[in-house]
């Protein structure tokens, strides 16, 4: 039992150590692939046990609109990552954080803003073409556990992260525990209803929150604002319509702009009073770049979610935003997925 217990120990300081145990070489491997999937960008690092980042690089994942020129195209850049940052003798695993992407199946299903529709069996597909074993989760539960292990939400045992980007996502803990739900989609929380009736979301249905405070949602607010009033506004002369340009215009005074984001909070907290009403959080986490336009959306949000929330709650849920990278979290989540998975290899 002691010699076991060292193998564990010296696994954490040294990249990889081979003993002999019942006449057998044991090796420990102390580095694993986090592989981050975003409708913009992609990005894979190397991490080591310790959460040390060794080495990442990224490409475009619209340049790739073909599922198996994507997948042909990331294994062979992770592999040149890994060979020219110590070899396959030092990875464990890969972890992979994508949209729309359950841990029970290992794909993604029906993905609303990525390029590649249908079912996407990508930890087959990755794992087929890479030869070591890969674990998938869904993008909001990636940014929770990355959370968990390296931000906000150290410490905390009942939380809620909120991922503000072109989708809407979420994740809860429970007691310390990851909800992931029968087939892995729990938390889908972009596709609730919010307005029956209401605007069509990427997902075919209609109302969805994700069409009102995801980024394309916002855009189309703003349209609304402006169309409604001839009051001058920056956001008319803008060369394009963002959630950050829309902020920019809020930083500079600009009304319709700031109505914007009322609007947008006013939606997004009524939908966190009825999710924080229903599972009793300590805290919201709020994670991508929508949660970067700070006051002019959270001030509506907090006071919209106080209006709404469960009488018992009021005043005692706590709606911070993140402070890490998102990139950074993301990777580093998908990262403690990869130690999560049994190992395999094909050049054992």
């Given at each position: 039992?002691?010699?076991?217990?060292?193998?564990?120990?010296?696994?954490?300081?040294?990249?990889?150590?081979?003993?002999?145990?019942?006449?057998?070489?044991?090796?420990?491997?102390?580095?694993?692939?986090?592989?981050?999937?975003?409708?913009?960008?992609?990005?894979?690092?190397?991490?080591?046990?310790?959460?040390?980042?060794?080495?990442?690089?990224?490409?475009?994942?619209?340049?790739?609109?073909?599922?198996?020129?994507?997948?042909?195209?990331?294994?062979?850049?992770?592999?040149?990552?890994?060979?020219?940052?110590?070899?396959?003798?030092?990875?464990?695993?890969?972890?992979?954080?994508?949209?729309?992407?359950?841990?029970?199946?290992?794909?993604?299903?029906?993905?609303?803003?990525?390029?590649?529709?249908?079912?996407?069996?990508?930890?087959?597909?990755?794992?087929?073409?890479?030869?070591?074993?890969?674990?998938?989760?869904?993008?909001?539960?990636?940014?929770?556990?990355?959370?968990?292990?390296?931000?906000?939400?150290?410490?905390?045992?009942?939380?809620?992260?909120?991922?503000?980007?072109?989708?809407?996502?979420?994740?809860?803990?429970?007691?310390?525990?990851?909800?992931?739900?029968?087939?892995?989609?729990?938390?889908?929380?972009?596709?609730?209803?919010?307005?029956?009736?209401?605007?069509?979301?990427?997902?075919?249905?209609?109302?969805?929150?994700?069409?009102?405070?995801?980024?394309?949602?916002?855009?189309?607010?703003?349209?609304?604002?402006?169309?409604?009033?001839?009051?001058?506004?920056?956001?008319?002369?803008?060369?394009?319509?963002?959630?950050?340009?829309?902020?920019?215009?809020?930083?500079?005074?600009?009304?319709?702009?700031?109505?914007?984001?009322?609007?947008?909070?006013?939606?997004?907290?009524?939908?966190?009073?009825?999710?924080?009403?229903?599972?009793?959080?300590?805290?919201?986490?709020?994670?991508?770049?929508?949660?970067?336009?700070?006051?002019?959306?959270?001030?509506?949000?907090?006071?919209?979610?106080?209006?709404?929330?469960?009488?018992?709650l009021r005043g005692k849920v706590k709606i911070l935003v993140s402070k890490l990278d998102n990139r950074e979290?993301?990777?580093?989540?998908?990262?403690?997925?990869?130690?999560?998975?049994?190992?395999?290899?094909?050049?054992k």
């Amino acid at each position: 039992m002691l010699e076991i217990e060292k193998m564990f120990i010296f696994a954490t300081t040294l990249p990889t150590i081979g003993y002999r145990y019942n006449m057998e070489e044991v090796q420990i491997k102390s580095r694993v692939v986090g592989l981050d999937i975003s409708n913009e960008s992609t990005t894979y690092a190397i991490v080591d046990v310790r959460g040390n980042i060794i080495a990442e690089s990224s490409f475009p994942t619209e340049d790739y609109p073909e599922i198996n020129a994507f997948v042909t195209h990331l294994s062979e850049k992770i592999v040149e990552l890994v060979e020219g940052n110590g070899g396959y003798e030092s990875i464990r695993s890969i972890g992979v954080s994508a949209p729309s992407a359950s841990s029970v199946s290992g794909c993604i299903e029906n993905a609303a803003n990525l390029p590649w529709k249908g079912v996407i069996p990508l930890a087959v597909m990755l794992r087929e073409q890479i030869g070591l074993a890969v674990g998938l989760s869904n993008d909001a539960h990636i940014s929770a556990l990355g959370e968990q292990a390296f931000g906000m939400a150290h410490g905390m045992k009942n939380f809620i992260i909120l991922s503000l980007g072109v989708g809407i996502g979420s994740c809860f803990f429970a007691e310390g525990i990851e909800h992931r739900g029968n087939l892995g989609y729990a938390g889908e929380f972009g596709h609730t209803t919010i307005v029956p009736d209401g605007r069509l979301c990427g997902c075919g249905h209609r109302g969805c929150l994700e069409a009102y405070v995801g980024a394309k949602g916002i855009v189309i607010t703003a349209k609304e604002v402006m169309q409604e009033s001839d009051k001058p506004s920056l956001m008319r002369d803008l060369e394009k319509l963002s959630p950050r340009t829309i902020a920019e215009c809020c930083d500079k005074g600009d009304e319709l702009a700031i109505e914007v984001f009322r609007r947008t909070g006013h939606m997004m907290g009524m939908a966190m009073a009825n999710y924080a009403s229903i599972v009793d959080p300590e805290a919201f986490i709020l994670t991508g770049g929508i949660s970067r336009a700070g006051k002019w959306l959270l001030d509506p949000a907090y006071e919209a979610f106080e209006d709404h929330v469960f009488g018992n709650l009021r005043g005692k849920v706590k709606i911070l935003v993140s402070k890490l990278d998102n990139r950074e979290r993301d990777v580093l989540g998908a990262s403690a997925l990869a130690w999560s998975v049994p190992e395999y290899s094909l050049f054992k």
